[in-house]
């Protein structure tokens, strides 16, 4: 016989607003639903409800009745956060799971108890989900039966958690009300013309004869009030995406008070990754603006990661660079899961990096830098000594045990000017046997313009000029090279790399020897 | 309100068995000491022999750099932050790659932040430098530099190079503050350290302070014959060093890069009269006789 167990939480939109903002749990709180004066109770926390504050009520009723009462309207971003965190406890006990919607899932449990040791072990499996829940911020309560209803109404019992025995469903439903079968309006009318009252009367009924009377889902709503249930769990689709945001009970027009409130809301969203194993590679956030319309905007990390104070600064600094425009009245974000990146340890080799903390670190340098100052450095076929170009830095595992260094080559590298710095070079005569040779440098002079004061200064009589060195490279290109370079070196000292384009004459430097 | 300080006790307790003696004065400081304070008070010898061990532990990281090895007892030590100071055209910029290029090839992983821009990778790869494993972070002044090197050690490289690149330094010298706080992140995280920059910047905060000076470029050529670049000639000097005498110094010697075949140079020009070639050929290096790989 199949097990299931329902998780619920109780007054769920009540329970999803203090998951998002916990600190009102000290105050008398109601959820309501409808604008205005015309505002009604939803749910209230105990304060509201010791104050005499029930569902249904008005607004202005209630604040009649407690007059320091908070008032919050349904949000359904916290709630569909919320219903999603339930979910995701759920899923970390049973492959199987149904989102059945409201604050309430159901699990299939079969065989899960093999895992709980104590005398009765569907008990401790439903406190073990309790516990669960409760970190998450979500009071659930858990019921475990053999039928879907069963499991629903014993979670709804005091005592949570409540274990229904195989074959005792009937038991636990016939003393309660035939609506909370929920029949068709025309079949309850029925069946109180008949004098059933209660899901026990309807039970005690014989089978067929309720089938030749009311049909086939007569016949259905009978085995249900028997505790016979036949309809099995849809287990739901592993989500695309993991949602935390919230509706803002005033608009916010500055950056500070927004990260304020997106902070939690980060950090809920970094601990439902972290409890299934997952990083987020990409974020999305939306932003509701008043007085209407949204506004979406995409974070894409360079590795996954689920480190708050990398979200946090990231989206930051989206915001910095496009404000929204408008008054912020509600946010979302979304987290694209992906797997955290993992390493295998060495035990002689060089450490690994950390995949984490190399996530983090590059997420902060993107967000620090830029994505196009930041890379793994690679060579660009060609000629240009400028050239370059960078990719995503993921370095290879360390080799397995530790390497003797290379030895050194003792090469003289070049710093790149990037960009070459403009130069006005005095040449030497062309010798008279070799009129069409190049004229070598003999005099360096920097040209003065307002960025040079940023730039090296290279000034001075040339010592030793060596060249040319013709180079050309894309000539089949909008930006061709043609260039004679020389090595040259100054009476002041330094080693410069010189070239003339040959298209236009002028004088560049594009490299110290150093 | 301050701590009472004891007496200290007229009878020395006895070294423990095993253990190096410990000064008889040290003995009967420590033990009027508060508790919490006993070990933090060394001597001299102790404070040496828990920093060999803390070496023997990690050993430093080889540059293959010999000038620098040398000077370094045997590479650049972890978790300490190493200046090494030079002009234009001192071989700094080509001794950093080769540090870079030595800690790749044992397959650490190194970062270079690079605020001069100054990196091309085919010259680095010529150098050796395993580019896989290297990270190039191309910050826009001083103060992001010093931010990136501090998440870099942080995220754990082993090796992390911050070159300041040719002056004027984009953002200055900086605060001393800026580098005792990069000091002591490679401190905990125990990640070599290796700065450089045309002047000194780090104050207090290195370890090391080595110098790159003299540098004597070396041709090939001359005498009618056109001039080719053979190399650099240089002198690394010890500035500031925890068992060595500012001064001490060690010979750099960087041959120029071999580059793709380039059309050949002109034919060499008439021979300049002899009372001028003379005139200037005494005024520059002496030729490199070996034969450097000039393109």
Redesign the interface.
Known sequence: MDRIACISLPLFPLAARLRSEPELSREALVVVEGNGNAARVVAGNRLARSAGIKPGLTLPQARALCPKLVARSRDEECERAAQEALLEVAERFSPRVEDTGEGTAFLDVNGIERHFKGDSPELDLGRSLIAAAEAEGLPARVGIASSKLAARIAAGLPDSPVVVPPGQEAEILAPLPLARLSPEVEMAETLERWGVRSIGDFAKLPQARVASRLGSRGRDLHATARGIDPRPIIPREPPPAFHEGMTLEWPLVSLEPFLFVSRAALERLAQRLESCGLACIRLELTLRLEPEGHQTRSIDLPAPTRDVKTLLTLVRLDLEARPPGAPVVGFTFAAQPDRPREAQLSLY??????PD??A??LA??FA??GPD????????DG?Q??????VE?T??P??EV?????????????????PPVALEVLTDEP?P??PT??APPVEVRPVTTEES????KIEGAV?????????EDGWWSEAPADRDYW?V?LTA???YRLYRDRATGEWFAD???? | MARPWREIPESEPEPESGAAPVPAALQRVRSALPEELRSRLRSARELDRTLRDEEEEHPPL?????ALDRLLDGGLPRGHLVELV?????????TL??AL???T?????AALVDL?????????????VD??????????DLK?AL??AE??I?????LVVLDL????V?GGRGVEAGWLRLARSARSHGSALLVGSPYRVSGTAASAVLKASR?R?L?Q?GAGA????G??SARIEVEKHRRRLPGQSEGL?????EA?P??A???P??AAPAEERTEREA??PTPLRAAGGR?
């Open positions: 080799g060089p450490a690994a990096l950390s903390k190399l983090t670190t902060r340098l620090l830098l100052r930041v890379g793994s450095p690679r060579v660009v000629h000594p400028e050239r370059f170009s960078l830095f370095p290879p360390p080799p530790r390497r003797a260094p290379r030895a050194g080559r003792g090469l003289l590298a070049a710093r790149v000017l990037r010798a046997a070799a040779e190049e004061e940023k730039r090296p010592k030793v000029a060596s060249g040319p060195w013709g180079l090595d070196e000292g330094g080693l490299g110290i020897y150093d | 080889v540059t293959a750099v010999p030079g002009g234009r055209t001192s071989g700094r910029f080509s790659l080769s290029a030595a800690a090839s044992i397959g650490e992983t001069g821009d100054a990196l091309d990778p085919a010259a680095a790869a010529a150098l050796g580019l896989e494993r290297l990270l190039w972070v191309r910050p826009t992001e931010g990136s998440m870099l942080g995220a754990g490289f082993a690149g040719a002056p004027p984009r540098p470029t041709w050529g056109p001039w080719l670049l190399g650099l010697e960087l041959t120029a890069m793709p380039l059309p140079p002109p034919a020009r008439p005024a520059w393109r």
